[in-house]
């Protein structure tokens, strides 16, 4: 029979449902183990709860109208941006890439121009040393402006352009201290020593800057380049010295900046490193313009016949001209890359903004040192002829224009007047004496040029199978109707005489054959 102190107990107890006492209540009885931990949640869940009407959130209309109308937008009615017209974009290249600088530039230029206004009222009752003075004043004043605002960083712009006037002002301080006469006096030598000094330091700190080393890494040959530029100005009181010293500056130069692109050229190649630009090279810039300043002081400050300095004219333009060019050349390069992994982008054909005038300023360099030597400097003159043929192939090779063919065609046409003239009277006289004897021309001594210049005709012909082989037909089809222009003029001037005819018939009829085989054989090859 069972026990009765295991039965359960079952009563009813009524509360109301809202006294404050009650969940402490069934708390208690918890803790007691009167009852279970599942009876208080079952007698809560029937008992102690009541329904709950969520309200809806409220959401703005604007932010809905928003949150609805951007996917639409992105996903099924991209925008289309209207491409800029040729002029605008150069506008807006323009505005962007030079208005700060040439309003900073504008705003040197003024106080520079203004205190030198001031300065040259009193010039006159300024001893040598005082003159100089000033010039150092203004060059330590630009310096000691650019190295503070380079520690704000809202002035590294200002900065820029003010170590930029300073190492434009450094080679005009050794061009005053040679041409004031500081170095007759003792006491004013000491000066000359302390502001060199002090001017060489100053190009090596500001030389290191961001602006000079962030286009090229630094190099010291460019350092030993541009402080050799300025102390090249010392020493022009010796006859001959300021030719040699515009040489020195422009062949040196060259070599420098030659060497440094093909260098790193190599290791851009080698390494796979990202490649220079070099036509907006600032340091390149500054090189450049610390060579013409030694050949502009010796064509107006020494006097030097421009005559002699051609070759070096020549030479400043074939530089601008080719960094420009290799600035072109990389520019298609990295465009081709990017071709090659974006398809749908084009490639374009037409030089650079900034790169073009800087070709056509090498251009007329060019052809200012061939004007001023083809008269009483013939040898010169042909080293120029050189240059403008290196000039114009290089064009040919990045924009394949008809003019530039035309061009290094008839340079190439008067390199070889320019040789004949490099011949000595007598010598010539003996080679015509010997041709007229031998051809029975005395009457035709312009027939001789039929088989004088016919080595230039092949010349041309060798130079313009070169386009079938790149792949540029239209370019070589045009060299060959110039070539075959140049050989009929010939054969015409050879008509009075019977013998030079016939040479000249014999060597077009050589050359033909030679042209055609190879031609057809090209053709059969593509087949």
Not at 22 to 33: V, Y
Not at 169 to 178: G, H, R, S, V
Request: charged share 15%; with cysteine.
């Amino acid at each position: 029979m069972p026990s009765n102190s295991n039965r359960s107990l079952k009563f009813e107890v009524r509360l109301p449902g809202e006294h404050p006492h009650l969940l402490q209540g069934l708390d208690e009885w918890l803790r007691l183990d009167l009852i279970s931990d599942a009876q208080v949640k079952q007698i809560c869940r029937e008992n102690l709860v009541c329904q709950v009407i969520l309200e809806p959130e409220t959401v703005p209309k604007t932010q809905t109208e928003k949150v609805i109308a951007q996917p639409s937008t992105t996903a099924f009615k991209p925008k289309v941006v209207a491409t800029p017209s040729f002029f605008s974009s150069i506008w807006r290249s323009l505005r962007a890439e030079l208005s700060v600088r040439w309003l900073l530039f504008l705003g040197m230029f003024s106080v520079v121009v203004s205190s030198g206004a001031l300065a040259a009222s009193q010039w006159e009752r300024f001893t040598p040393v005082l003159q100089y003075g000033v010039l150092l004043a203004y060059t330590l004043g630009f310096w000691g402006l650019g190295f503070w605002t380079g520690k704000q960083a809202n002035l590294r712009l200002t900065s820029g352009a003010l170590h930029i006037v300073t190492m434009l002002l450094i080679p005009i301080n050794f061009w005053a201290m040679d041409s004031f006469g500081l170095w007759q006096n003792p006491i004013n030598l000491i000066l000359v020593s302390i502001a060199s000094i002090i001017l060489t330091g100053i190009t090596i700190l500001v030389f290191k800057q961001s602006i000079f080393t962030r286009s090229i890494q630094f190099s010291k040959l460019s350092l030993i380049n541009i402080l050799g530029l300025s102390y090249l100005h010392w020493g022009w009181k010796f006859v001959g010295f300021p030719l040699i010293a515009v040489y020195l500056a422009v062949i040196g130069t060259t070599i420098i900046t030659v060497f440094q692109i093909r260098t790193r050229q190599q290791e851009v190649e080698k390494k796979g490193l990202s490649e220079t630009n070099w036509g907006k090279n600032i340091t390149a810039t500054v090189i450049i313009y610390a060579s013409m300043v030694v050949l502009l002081r010796a064509i107006f400050g020494a006097g030097v016949n421009v005559a002699n300095l051609g070759l070096a004219i020549g030479i400043y333009g074939w530089l601008i001209a080719w960094l420009a060019q290799r600035e072109e050349d990389g520019r298609r390069r990295q465009q081709r890359k990017i071709a090659v992994s974006s398809p749908h982008l084009p490639i374009s054909a037409s030089p650079h903004l900034f790169i073009f005038p800087s070709q056509a300023i090498g251009g007329i360099l060019l052809f200012l040192g061939w004007y001023a030597t083809v008269e009483s400097n013939p040898l010169q003159a042909i080293a120029i002829s050189g240059l403008g043929l290196w000039f114009f192939h290089n064009r040919l090779h990045l924009y394949s224009l008809k003019s530039d063919f035309t061009a290094f065609f008839v340079v190439g046409l008067q390199s070889m007047w320019l040789g004949w003239r490099l011949l000595s009277a007598e010598f010539q006289a003996s080679i015509i004496t010997t041709a007229t004897q031998f051809t029975n021309s005395q009457n035709y001594l312009w027939a001789l040029l039929s088989v004088g210049l016919f080595p230039y005709i092949i010349f041309m012909v060798a130079f313009t199978d070169r386009f079938y082989v790149k792949s540029k037909p239209d370019l070589a089809s045009f060299g060959e109707k110039l070539t075959l222009i140049l050989g009929f003029t010939l054969t015409a001037v050879a008509l009075g005489n019977p013998t030079l005819r016939s040479l000249n018939l014999l060597l077009s009829t050589i050359t033909l054959t030679i042209v055609t085989y190879r031609r057809f054989n090209q053709i059969s090859s593509s087949i």
